[in-house]
């Protein structure tokens, strides 16, 4: 697997971001509760909120380097978790969202979460960069 840079990665968040504006899979959620006996509201609810949480970030990739280091490192902890981490309520539903039953949603699912880790990727660069340049700024700022 080769290292993107960070420009590349800043890239190849931003055009999965603009893939991501596909219609949302409710009827794909709909089957998966229906299978699950249980009703789609909370499903639909709470996938809504996390891809909006991811995608909030990856379309506006452009603009967290200027982020301060607390917001990105806050913001790097709130990706750390898949939807099945974060929604723990909904994890037995994983096993019904496949290729094959789900295809729609299944689909939006590993794209969120390559997002997700991607942006997770470049906010650890970024985060780095602020640690590297955090004595170089203390330094200079004793000289003057």
């Known amino acids: 697997m080769k290292t993107l840079t960070t420009d590349l990665l800043v890239e190849e968040i931003s055009r999965t971001a603009q ?4 219609p949302f899979p409710t009827d794909n ?3 998966v509760a229906r299978q699950a006996g249980i009703d789609s509201q909370s499903l639909v609810s709470d996938l ?7 995608w909030s970030p990856a379309n506006g ?5 200027r982020k301060s280091y607390v917001w990105q490192s806050s913001l790097k902890a709130y990706l750390g978790q898949d939807f099945f981490s974060r929604y723990a ?8 969202i496949t290729q094959e039953n789900a295809p729609d949603l299944y689909q939006r699912l590993q794209m969120f979460d390559r997002l997700r ?26 000289k003057h």
């Open 19 to 22: 893939e991501a504006k596909a």
């Open 29 to 31: 959620c709909e089957t």
């Open 48 to 54: 809504d909120t996390y891809f909006y949480d991811i």
């Open 61 to 65: 990739v452009k603009k967290l380097s």
């Open 89 to 96: 309520q909904h994890a037995p539903l994983e096993a019904l």
């Open 117 to 142: 880790k991607d942006l997770v990727l470049l906010l650890s660069k970024l985060l780095v960069r602020h640690e590297t340049e955090k004595p170089r700024e203390a330094a200079e700022s004793v």
